[in-house]
């Protein structure tokens, strides 16, 4: 059992690095054998170096055992655009080599040879459920788009909305629900979705079509064709009877191509959010409609030439840009932004008939 004063060390050296921007000294408290948390954390405190937030703190309560290991409460709070917030939530510590390591949040472990679901205390029946939706949705991505992934697919589900936000980056807007980002797990906060409609399925389906994107692409592909591929998918996949784009959706409004691309999702709030997706979404069914799942996933594969640039889709806008419209160039033959334009133009005057 560690004393509390070390638990309590341990925290203020966190929040000491984030206040001071400083990468080394935060990923030095995380436990180095998890690696799904340590490039998690590695992605929260880089992306959250440039806000500048300097009144972090995170204390941690008196450390007790708990079930398989030491967990204590943690509190913690920083101020962004002047705005205060704060979470608490239960945190695993464990002692590796003499050393203590942060471990994340104490979650509890259900998991299949395919899938781990990670839940707080008292999601146990949430975690069956989504074990056996996250498994179904594996067998129709083997089936219908024939991708299986090399891993474990992991998903956390958080009891709180800002635990939930403040695990992935200290600036996450307030109406994200669910994540997905190369390397971490699905996260998702408990109840954001009802499991008794289809949003749920839709959640985890579009959830983990990012993760085969990244996987297809090595993590290259652009932040709307991501968004785009599993906002068709996450309707397309449990029901094959449905059109990539319903011919009602067609009358919206779409942002031109060459200005989509240089959009950043996480900075917008309410109706440019439902832009950005349908945008998005439009033309990925534009590709998915003329070329094939076969030639988009090509294209997709393409990219997989490119180095993997390791920081988060957000930061890697202008490089994933880059190596997608390569991509589309070199296997569906779209060389400019125009062409694309045209192209979609076209496709949406067909659809609209
Ligand atoms: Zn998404």
Redesign the pocket.
């Known amino acids: 059992m560690p004393k509390p004063e070390d638990v309590a060390a341990l925290m203020a050296q966190r929040a000491e690095a984030v206040n001071n921007s400083d990468q080394g000294a935060y990923l030095a408290t995380v436990w180095p054998s998890d690696e799904v948390l340590m490039k998690e954390e590695d992605n929260l405190i880089r992306s959250s170096s440039a806000l500048g937030i300097k009144d972090y703190s995170a204390k941690a309560g008196t450390p007790s055992h708990h079930r398989d290991g030491v967990t204590a409460e943690v509190t913690q709070s920083y101020t962004l655009d002047g705005v205060p917030r704060q979470c608490a939530y239960e945190a695993k510590f464990v002692s590796e080599g003499g050393k203590l390591y942060y471990a994340g949040p104490a979650f509890l472990l259900l998991q299949s040879d395919r899938v781990k679901i990670y839940y707080a205390e008292g999601g146990g029946e949430l975690a069956q459920k989504t074990l056996e939706t996250e498994t179904a949705v594996l067998d129709a991505m083997k089936t219908r788009l024939d991708f299986v992934p090399q891993d474990f697919i992991s998903v956390k589900q958080y009891a709180d909305q800002q635990v939930f936000l403040q695990s992935v980056k200290l600036d996450l807007p307030d109406w994200v629900a669910?994540w997905?980002e190369y390397g971490e797990a699905i996260k998702t906060r408990a109840g954001a979705f009802p499991v008794e409609t289809g949003d749920f399925w839709r959640m985890l389906n579009?959830?983990t079509?990012?993760l085969m994107v990244s996987e297809l692409s090595n993590d290259n592909a652009s932040y709307w064709i991501?968004?785009g591929l599993?906002?068709v998918f996450q309707h397309t996949l449990s029901d094959p009877g449905l059109p990539n784009m319903a011919k009602e959706e067609t009358g919206q409004e779409f942002t031109p191509y060459a200005e989509q691309k240089g959009i950043s999702l996480e900075r917008l709030s309410g109706a440019d959010v439902r832009k950005y997706?349908a945008t998005s979404r439009a033309f990925a069914a534009f590709l998915l409609d003329t070329y094939g799942w076969g030639k988009v996933r090509q294209a997709l594969e393409y990219m997989k030439k490119y180095p993997l640039i390791p920081v988060t889709g957000a930061e890697k806008i202008p490089e994933s840009n880059t190596r997608t419209d390569e991509a589309i160039k070199a296997i569906l033959g779209l060389d400019t932004d125009d062409a694309f334009q045209q192209a979609f133009d076209e496709w949406l005057d067909g659809m609209k008939g």
């Open positions: 669910g997905q579009h959830e079509t990012h991501q968004e599993a906002g997706y």
